[in-house]
């Protein structure tokens, strides 16, 4: 079975930390490059942070650059993201997403970011 299980969500407070992580299963983890999206409550899905299959390289969208760290470890066949300096507009259910070359993609199934005072 195809499986990408996110965990870490929590509830912080602005300007705090947290570290978010997706394991894989069901699939050749190596082939894929992965991501993290997020949707809040009346807007769209939106991409946070990508990275290749190898980690060589890594993107990020402009409202994360310098406080967001995308990472993976293909032996664990996980993916993490390094959430840090949280704000409120943070707050969203983060998806971890894989992509292989043509259409083959997989979601997971969200975990819950809250950031608030």
């Known amino acids: 079975q195809v499986q990408l299980v996110e965990s870490g969500g929590a509830l912080v407070q602005p300007g705090g930390s947290l570290r978010l992580s997706c394991t894989a299963s069901?699939?050749?983890?190596?082939?894929?490059?992965m991501s993290w999206y997020r949707q809040a409550p009346g807007k769209e899905r939106e991409l946070v942070a990508s990275?290749?299959?190898?980690?060589?390289?890594?993107n990020y969208a402009n409202s994360v650059k310098g406080r967001f760290a995308i990472s993976r470890d293909n032996a664990k066949n996980t993916v993490y993201l390094q959430m840090s300096s949280l704000k409120p507009e943070d707050t969203a259910v983060y998806y971890c997403?894989?992509?292989?070359?043509?259409?083959?993609?997989?979601w997971g199934q969200g975990t819950q970011v809250t950031v608030s005072s």
């Open positions: 990275i290749t299959s190898v980690g060589g390289y890594r």
């Open positions: 997403k894989a992509d292989a070359r043509g259409n083959t993609s997989h």
């Open positions: 069901g699939f050749t983890f190596s082939n894929y490059a």
